[in-house]
């Protein structure tokens, strides 16, 4: 719109009536072009530059109501405002309903010059708000698609980072089982296999993220059965032939998975170093979620724990236990009344102190 001189188009047959209309809106500034039909309108605004108009009813060929059909098919169509000399309430109800801007009455005297200023002046008042509120809202999608595509972008990317994280640390660990095979030290063998171990509990992590729709999150049931079929398949698989696992589908994020997948490993790999002098003998694992807490055992029905003469409650994999229960929050307890050993971590589904972030958010 010219808000400095705007252009009304005036479609009247009515000769007289135009030449007046032109005298008294040039003089509130407007600048005025008459169109004798219909057709002769559609004409004027297919060349541009209207920013209003002005539509009698009563025309030959093409009467107002359907001169205002054709013009609204117009992109960006001008704002209307219909006159007609009827009384009639229902040509005004019908051209309001059919999408013109104001409706009023006019007279062969041109009395209704000024309520025409009045009604144009709000039409492309009105026209102008809608259009700033068109072009918000098409700028609101925009960014909604462009932080869309960021997301997915991002997304791809996550997964992309997983995929290669995963496959780099599932490398390492295929070295490290293929290196404590070729071993003939016992001590080297061990040391291999547990480094091993932790190493599959990280990279089963990042396979999980990979392969999963929620980047956030791992489910624990499917982790740790296939982080316990990687512990099935290590140096020490010849007796994991009866470890099982017992599992919800609980889901976790991820840096609270890989401590649990950890603490599964250590407990694990010392109930079979330990716990069945002569062989093999049954493992259980067990979680499942209890009230806003989780609770995860590792049980074994050996010789039972003696700390003075047993070594799992002085080395490496006692001190790693300890270190991702910390992160957990966890508690760590033995289960005196297991015949065997039995040990039990409860600690909450998210970090107490990450709770209190996202509840203050």
Avoid: C, W
């Avoid at 729709?213 to 140096?235: F, I, M, P, T």
């Amino acid at each position: 719109m010219n808000t400095a001189t705007p252009t009304l188009l005036y479609i009247d047959d009515d000769a007289a009536l135009a030449r007046l209309v032109d005298r008294g809106l040039t003089r509130q500034g407007f600048r005025v072009v008459h169109a004798a039909d219909g057709q002769q309108g559609l004409d004027r605004l297919a060349q541009g530059g209207i920013d209003v108009v002005a539509l009698d009813q009563y025309m030959p060929v093409l009467d107002g109501l359907e001169t205002l059909e054709q013009i609204l098919k117009i992109p960006d169509a001008p704002p209307v405002v219909f006159v007609t000399a009827s009384q009639d309430s229902a040509i005004a109800v019908t051209a309001l309903k059919a999408g013109a801007a104001d409706y009023l009455v006019k007279d062969a005297q041109g009395d209704f010059i000024p309520l025409l200023h009045v009604a144009v002046n709000g039409a492309m008042r009105q026209a102008q708000i809608q259009r700033a509120r068109d072009e918000a809202e098409a700028e609101v999608h925009a960014s909604r698609d462009r932080y869309a595509a960021l997301a997915a972008e991002r997304e791809v990317l996550l997964r992309e980072v997983n995929h290669r994280v995963g496959n780099s640390l599932q490398i390492i660990a295929s070295l490290l089982h293929l290196q404590a095979n070729s071993s003939t030290q016992d001590g080297v063998k061990e040391a291999l296999t547990n480094a091993m171990g932790r190493v599959a509990a990280v990279a089963q992590v990042h396979r999980r993220l990979y392969t999963s729709h929620d980047l956030k999150s791992v489910l624990l049931n499917q982790y740790l059965e296939a982080l316990l079929e990687d512990l099935r398949r290590s140096a020490e698989g010849n007796r994991m032939s009866r470890l099982t696992l017992k599992a919800e589908p609980i889901d976790i994020d991820p840096d609270r998975a890989v401590a649990i997948g950890i603490i599964v490993n250590e407990l694990v790999m010392n109930a079979v170093k330990y716990a069945y002098p002569d062989g093999a003998g049954p493992i259980h694992v067990d979680l499942k979620a209890q009230g806003d807490d989780l609770v995860l055992s590792i049980a074994d029905d050996g010789i039972g724990l003696d700390a003075k003469a047993d070594p799992r409650g002085t080395g490496m994999g006692q001190r790693i236990v300890s270190a991702m229960a910390s992160k957990l929050e966890a508690t760590v307890e033995r289960d005196p009344a297991h015949q065997g050993t039995r040990i039990v971590l409860q600690f909450r589904r998210a970090n107490a102190a990450k709770s209190a972030n996202v509840a203050a958010g």
